[in-house]
T-cell receptor, first 110, second 121 residues
């Protein structure tokens, strides 16, 4: 079953923060986050495994609450380059296929 | 590391013809690759899981006789759209599952190819 992302779209000014949420109705093994720019393939951001871990990469970080079957992606001090559509992909087992959410369109304005 | 290529990047064909799309993992071996299709402003819809040396596993609603998948080596999977029709026009993207962590992600990270835009006239 497809995970649900929220919000569907968000507009930011440069330097503002944003949070994108991903919720599943099923128990998850891992959550994968990608960013896709128009006409291009998704680019891997990070993967979170069950165990409730958090990860960070420069100004982009994420958390995974296994019990709540939710993950959140945090973008701080957003840059113009952060614009794109963010997808979460969820897997129910190790090596399992990913089912992607419907995407969150993020626009960062100068 | 963890680069995936796809060829061709764009293809335009006439209705009724077949089109082959190649997906290659350039610097790692991938026993498992995945094929997705994506319509404009929509999510990535998994079509099938391609396993090296065995038959592909298709998602519900995907016609296996229409979308032929071959994973003949650890670095190459192909998708052939047979007897293509205008409704098959879409963005087809492959991904390869990297299991050693060399790409910077944990094991099981999927890395995507650049995609193939198919237009059937």
């Amino acid at each position: 079953q497809q995970p649900v992302q929220s919000p569907q779209a968000v507009i930011l000014r440069e330097g503002e923060d944003a949070v994108i949420n991903c919720s599943s109705s099923k128990a998850l093994y891992s959550v994968h986050w990608y960013r896709q720019k128009h006409g291009e393939a998704p680019v891997f951001l990070m993967i979170l495994l069950k165990g409730g871990e958090q990860k960070g990469h420069e100004k982009i970080s994420a958390s995974f609450n296994e019990k709540k079957q939710q993950s959140s992606l945090y973008l701080t001090a957003s840059q113009l380059s952060y614009s794109g559509t963010y997808f979460c992909g969820t897997a129910r087992g190790q090596g399992g296929k990913l089912i992607f959410g419907q995407g969150t369109e993020l626009s960062v304005k100068p | 590391g963890a680069v995936v290529s796809q060829h061709p990047s764009r293809v335009i064909c006439k209705s009724g013809t077949s089109v082959k799309i190649e997906c290659r993992s350039l610097d790692f071996q991938a026993t498992t690759m995945f094929w997705y299709r994506q319509f404009p402003k929509q999510s990535l819809m998994l079509m099938a899981t391609s396993n090296e040396g065995s038959k592909a596993t298709y998602e519900q609603g995907v016609e296996k006789d229409k979308f032929l998948i071959n994973h003949a080596s650890l670095t190459l999977s192909t998708l052939t759209v047979t007897s293509a029709h205008p409704e098959d026009s879409s963005f087809y993207i492959c991904s390869a599952r990297e299991t050693s962590g060399r790409g910077g992600g944990a094991t099981d990270t999927q890395y995507f190819g650049p995609g193939t835009r198919l237009t059937v006239l």
